[in-house]
């Protein structure tokens, strides 16, 4: 009898403690791993200087985060995605269908790409046009397409060492991934003329050259890193030939262990990407749901003391870390504190 | 024919020198205690380089550098109107503390007798950025403190801590924005005048989730607790529920194809990927029920369906193993079935039920994979639960799951950290695991 009466007492609380789930007093964030860092160190410097409790960061990626965020308002959907790109047409549609169409933009900085290898090896000195060439499924040889013959970084460019190319790049569902392709790899592919190539092959679409540009070779010389730049890292550590994609604030953390490449002759530091001198960088964002604002405590608070001259300004604690700090950083300010949706700006 | 060859065969056969074939089976039974023994071998080796790798790595997140700084809580910046009150002494966020610790460090290093160029932001840079915190904790809660010279123990910054455990080196910093050279100098002379110093690190153990700015002062402790909730609730439903199906099945149901495919399905269901029991809780208890995401009673809920088939197979073999004559006995003297089961069965089958639990609970424990779907991994662990509601409903992480969250951080203080998670879960699972045996060996009985 007393398990019975155990199990039934059991299942009792389990249901009382469901109903007591209706309010929620934290701010919950999720998304793209490259803002983690970021909004964990604001939500933690939040915690600390208001009586409200420390938002809740979960990463996931930039999709995935965006994907949770347009599930519908209410408690049991996040209050903010983070994202290190812009959210795109299909997205805002997505949640629009959800009920969510209030969405406020911020962006918070810019961070750098930078490629990277072991401290101990060769150094490169990039340019796009190399990146295209070493990692681009089919490349233009004599006016031909033909499937990418490359096997060393000397096949690429004469000057480079004949080091075996082995390079990281970030997954698919990464939003890094998808700067990497822009700035990068289209960018090496217009540079070369292939892009006209590509267009032409293609019958003038430029949709179709653009993917044939940026479509990597599969024959194990490119590896998509889904997990975080650690699994980059310790891919590096074990194939020293390695040379990997990662976000410069990861970059500054682990000097000890590799080294960085210029891009066009330029060393990615803060200050190189926040004059534009060096081109692989991106802005990086938070969406809020506007609807959850008054109803979730503290979300507006937390909102703008992200983007406070003292945190997200050059000298704050996010800009020490590694991010790139916005220039327009009181527009910003503004946005938040108007509560401007996305419809708004345009 | 035949008799004649085989008694020549064994002519010439001796007791005292071994035939051709007894030698070969000989070899060959030598031969399989040598595979066997090189297999236990290299499973001991492997065993003794995981347990020496995960010490050599993680025993360092025990220890943490302190420094030690002498803070003089100035009235004017931080009680600008002189009066005391708590709302306005509130309103002075950590950025307005750090002239305060700028000047303290810098004091500090003056009074050790140590002449330096460094500035002071670089004398502080040795801090941790926790210091503030931890200042502006002390002074909210200590108003009347306001004006007074304080002497607070700080820690010190994740690569300060490394270059004292020699995972930082002189050689390592070269590119380092984090750290100089001349603040390397700097620390070996406040070393040396014990102004830094390192010791036992209690907060690893007890403490809260820290963001990616300040490593050294992460810990595992609230995400010791969502664990702990997570058992919680693995036991208070998974073993009721696991037990009472196990009974019914075992002692009640009829023999029949329904009992037979349910009984397949507990054994299939048990060697279910953990991942699938992770989808289903999002499912049902996410978007179905509406529970909220990130809480441990979420996360007990998923492992209690991937625990129960554990519990329902070790509670099902530990009744079949007491012998019919107790039910038969019991039944004999005229009680009821019911009677025979739970006052005469149940007991003697207590102890391999509870051996069950234990193993089923030690295996939810280090179970990360279903958490990652149901949003407990992240910068998440970092409000202490105050209640049982809170416990069980307000976001947390759990122990597995934090060490996989540190293992990806960029900074390299941080994967100390997970290694060092890893001796606190590997302590608890040896400790259940023990328990388990030695329940096992103390109340089982053998017919």
Redesign the interface.
């Not at chain 2, 390592?172 to 984090?178: H, P, Y």
């Not at chain 2, 069980?392 to 976001?395: F, H, K, T, Y």
């Given at each position: 009898m007393s398990f019975v009466k155990l199990t039934a007492s059991t299942l009792a609380i389990a249901a009382v403690s469901a109903t007591a789930a209706t309010a929620r007093d934290q701010v919950q964030v999720a998304g793209s791993s490259t803002v983690l860092p970021y909004a964990s160190i604001v939500a933690e410097a939040f915690g600390e200087n208001f009586d409200f409790p420390t938002p809740v960061v979960e990463s996931g990626g930039s999709s995935a985060g965006l994907k949770r965020f347009c599930e519908g308002v209410g408690e049991n959907t996040i209050d903010i995605a983070n994202a290190s790109r812009a959210i795109r047409e299909k997205e805002i549609k997505a949640c629009a269908e959800a009920g969510v169409t209030d969405i406020i933009e911020v962006r918070i900085g810019y961070d750098g790409i930078v490629f990277a290898s072991d401290i101990n090896g060769n150094s490169f000195e990039f340019t796009p046009i190399d990146w295209y060439k070493a990692l681009s499924a089919e490349i233009v040889v004599d006016g031909k397409v033909v499937a990418n013959p490359n096997k060393t970084w000397a096949d690429v460019n004469p000057a480079f060492p004949a080091q075996p190319i082995q390079a990281f790049v970030p997954g698919t569902k990464h939003g890094t991934r998808e700067v990497f392709e822009d700035k990068v790899i289209l960018a090496g592919c217009e540079e070369t003329g292939d892009f006209e190539v590509f267009k032409h092959a293609n019958g003038d679409d430029k949709k179709a050259a653009e993917k044939a540009c940026i479509s990597l070779r599969n024959d194990g010389l490119s590896v998509d890193i889904d997990g975080d730049y650690t699994e980059t890292l310790a891919r590096i550590d074990s194939n020293k030939d390695g040379i990997g994609v990662f976000g410069l604030a990861f970059y500054e953390n682990n000097t000890d262990k590799l080294q960085v490449a210029t891009m066009s002759g330029v060393v990615p530091t803060t200050e190189s990407i926040s004059t534009g001198e060096y081109s692989v960088s991106r802005p990086l964002f938070f969406y809020v749901k506007k609807a959850h604002i008054g109803v979730i405590p503290g979300l507006k608070e937390f909102a703008e003391f992200f983007v406070v001259d003292e945190v997200a300004g050059p000298d704050g604690p996010l800009a020490e870390y590694g991010l790139v700090s916005d220039p327009e950083l009181e527009k910003v300010q503004e946005t938040v504190s108007t509560e401007a949706t996305m419809g708004d700006n345009s | 024919m035949s008799d004649t060859s085989q008694t020549s065969s064994r002519q010439g056969s001796s007791l005292l020198e071994l035939s051709e074939r007894t030698k070969k089976r000989n070899a060959a039974e030598a031969r399989f205690r040598g595979y066997g023994m090189t297999a236990i071998a290299i499973g001991l080796i492997m065993l003794m380089i995981l347990v020496f790798t995960i010490i050599s790595k993680g025993v360092g997140a025990f220890q943490q550098t302190f420094v030690t700084v002498q803070v003089e809580l100035l009235a004017d910046k931080l009680d600008k109107k002189g009066n005391r009150n708590l709302d306005d002494i509130?309103k002075v966020?950590?950025?307005g503390y750090s002239p305060l610790i700028r000047a303290a460090a810098e004091t500090s290093v003056e009074q050790a007798g140590i002449a330096t160029d460094l500035k002071s932001k670089d004398i502080a840079g040795l801090l941790s950025?926790n210091a503030a915190?931890t200042l502006?904790?002390y002074v909210v809660s200590n108003p009347n403190q306001i004006g007074d010279t304080v002497t607070f123990r700080f820690l010190a910054q994740s690569r300060v801590d490394g270059y004292l455990k020699g995972r930082?080196t002189r050689e390592?910093?070269?590119?380092?924005?984090?750290i100089s050279v001349a603040q390397l100098d700097l620390v070996d002379q406040l070393v040396d005048a014990g102004v830094i110093q390192k010791s036992f690190n209690l907060a690893f153990i007890f403490g809260s989730d820290?963001?990616?700015?300040?490593p050294e002062a992460a810990g595992i402790g609230v995400s010791m607790l969502g664990s702990l909730f997570m058992m919680m609730?693995v036991l208070?439903?998974a073993l009721?529920?696991g037990?009472?199906a196990s009974i019914y099945l075992e002692e009640f149901a009829p023999q029949n194809w329904l009992t037979d495919i349910i009984e397949v399905n507990i054994a299939n269901l048990a060697a279910v990927p953990s991942i699938v029991f992770g989808i289903l809780g999002l499912a049902v208890f996410?978007n179905y029920?509406?529970?909220?995401?990130?809480?441990p009673?979420v996360g007990g809920?998923v492992l209690t369906l991937m625990t129960l088939p554990t519990i329902i197979i070790s509670t099902r073999a530990s009744l079949k193993a007491v012998p019919p004559s107790i039910r038969d006995a019991a039944l004999g003297v005229g009680a009821s079935k019911m009677q025979a089961v739970?006052h005469h069965v149940l007991p003697l089958a207590a102890p391999g039920i509870l051996t069950g639990t234990i193993i089923g609970l030690a295996q939810a424990l280090g179970e990360t994979a279903p958490l990652l779907l149901i949003?407990m991994?992240?910068?998440?662990a970092?409000?202490a639960p105050d209640g049982l509601?809170s416990g069980?409903?307000?976001?947390n992480s759990a122990m597995p799951a934090q060490i996989y969250e540190w293992?990806?951080?960029?900074?390299?203080a941080f994967y100390e950290r997970a290694w060092g998670g890893i001796i606190i879960l590997l302590v608890f699972l040896i400790t259940m695991n023990t328990i388990a045996v030695i329940l096992r060996r103390r109340f089982e009985r053998r017919w």
């Open positions: - | 509130k966020t950590t950025f950025k915190a502006r904790e930082v390592s910093i070269a590119n380092d924005k984090n820290a963001s990616d700015a300040r609730v208070v439903l009721p529920i037990v009472a996410i029920l509406h529970l909220p995401t990130s809480a009673l809920l739970f949003g991994v992240g910068f998440i970092s409000n509601a069980l409903l307000s976001p293992a990806k951080r960029a900074d390299p």
